[in-house]
């Protein structure tokens, strides 16, 4: 299937985000596709932030917008450029198609509208302004007239040709009855002088792509673009993907501490598969191998288990020092869970390969190492309630008192010293050392044990054992 677009030039794409909330992955998604295809080609990514609706735009969403893309490496071309400051470009656009007559004035009320097209076999506006001859001004909107009969044909990359009667599209408002354009008018505007050759974004606009089209013809634009609309992403109950339900915003993804390459090559997949069905792929095979004409017009399944999963596999790839530098922001930053002057660079490296094993997220670091650093550590309430549960609890505590005052402190030794104690009371090592776990590092889960006992230190270890044993009120000594 051929991609070139008009003039079969070097591509121009355009990411075009409204600034109505946080950064959706939907949104980057589209952005990376935008970008691997411009990176893969040769082309230009331009970036223009769409923020003409007043009312919903706030600042703070813009920012998010060009920090998120940052953080993922989808640098632009061009750009950011605001789509507010090209208002004399979409009022001289307005201007043109009045004169030419495809433009009319409409003074109906939704109400209005409302009332006369109830039990119509097709809804939307009845055209009853077409041809009353009423003049631009104040209250009253501009609807786009569009063509009697025929069929607009959307050529799409993705999903073919899509024929849109024009009978069944209403003659739309482009500019509103305050005098704003709208999204469909100032989006063609932008695209013609920006010289847009290829419009990739996400199957929601699809119906809004034939006004597009009749609007870019009846202002002269040239070629129209190629489109490829791509497949939307849903959840588990495969439903669309809501900022209302599911966790959707790029900034969450990159607090909890997942990589943005990780991130980069899972929303590659959605809707796209790499040549052999690999699913780690580095950026630049991306870009090497991506191809729009691939793209399926499926939905795409947003799985958040194989996103971690893939996330802790780019973990572990990970080299030591990158691993303990990507680190730095959960473990030395404000949100760490310990007081600053407590935290050992040196202990913590010394864990590090261990914690780097067990991780999805980076944001999990800390509840790994936290009773490394912490004067006591945190209890898991559940883990304590099922030591109390353990009958044995008490006896296995106040046998690893005795046993850790004079056994070796290595790894080994800590290790053959706990799986005699195991011995001596008649269980498994895993089951025996569960109480002694929860007693010094507060959890059940975390780094293994032994080498966690030997970086604490013997005074550290008893003095939380012993602390354990107070809790349980189990007599010193057994």
């Not at 040769?42 to 223009?48: A, H, I, K, P, Q």
């Not at 959840?235 to 943005?260: C, F, H, I, M, T």
Request: charged share 25%.
């Amino acid at each position: 299937m051929v991609e070139a677009g008009p003039g079969a030039g070097r591509p121009r794409v355009r990411f075009a985000p409204s600034p109505t909330g946080f950064f959706h992955v939907g949104s980057a998604r589209t952005a990376l596709f935008n970008w691997l295809f411009a990176r893969q080609t040769g082309g230009t990514f331009v970036l223009r932030i769409e923020d003409t609706d007043a009312e919903r735009n706030r600042e703070e969403w813009v920012e998010g917008i060009v920090s998120a893309m940052a953080w993922l490496g989808l640098d632009a071309d061009e750009g950011p450029f605001r789509q507010s400051e090209r208002a004399p470009q979409h009022a001289a656009a307005v201007d043109r198609l009045w004169q030419a007559g495809a433009l009319y004035a409409c003074d109906c009320s939704r109400d209005q509208v409302e009332e006369r097209t109830r039990g119509n076999p097709t809804p939307g506006y009845d055209g009853y302004c077409r041809d009353r001859g009423l003049e631009r001004g104040p209250g009253r909107a501009l609807r786009f007239r569009m063509p009697d009969g025929g069929v607009t044909v959307v050529h799409d990359v993705v999903r073919g040709d899509v024929e849109f009667p024009n009978d069944a599209i209403e003659d739309f408002v482009v500019v509103k009855s305050n005098g704003q354009p709208l999204f469909v008018l100032a989006n063609v505007v932008d695209d013609i002088d920006m010289a847009i050759t290829h419009v990739i974004r996400g199957e929601d606009l699809l119906p809004s792509t034939p006004k597009a089209q009749v609007l870019w013809e009846a202002l002269d634009g040239g070629d129209l673009p190629v489109f490829a609309h791509l497949p939307m992403l849903v959840n588990e109950q495969r439903k669309k993907l809501s900022k209302r339900r599911d966790p959707v915003a790029v900034e969450s993804y990159r607090d909890q501490g997942y990589l943005p390459e990780a991130l980069v090559n899972y929303l590659a997949l959605l809707g796209w598969s790499p040549p052999g069905g690999r699913e780690i792929v580095p950026v630049e095979e991306l870009i090497r191998d991506f191809r729009l004409y691939d793209v399926n017009h499926s939905p795409a399944f947003f799985d958040l288990q194989k996103l971690a999963h893939m996330n802790g596999e780019y973990i572990r790839a990970l080299a030591l020092d990158e691993f303990v530098a990507r680190c730095a922001p959960w473990i030395t930053g404000p949100a760490a869970p310990w007081p600053a002057g407590r935290f050992d660079e040196a202990v913590f490296r010394r864990m590090a390969p261990l914690v780097q094993e067990r991780v999805s997220t980076l944001g999990e670091v800390p509840g790994m190492v936290d009773f490394l650093f912490l004067e006591e550590p945190t209890v898991d309430e559940q883990a304590w309630a099922a030591v109390v549960r353990d009958e044995a609890a008490g006896d296995i505590v106040a046998r690893a008192i005795d046993t850790y005052r004079s056994c070796g402190w290595t790894v080994d030794d800590l290790h053959r010293a706990t799986a005699e104690l195991a011995e001596a009371v008649g269980r498994k090592l895993g089951k025996a050392q569960a109480p002694i776990r929860v007693a010094v590092t507060g959890r059940r889960v975390g780094p293994p044990l032994f080498e966690a006992l030997a970086v604490l230190g013997r005074d550290v270890v008893l003095g939380r054992l012993q602390a354990a044993q107070a809790r349980l009120g189990t007599p010193a000594g057994g």
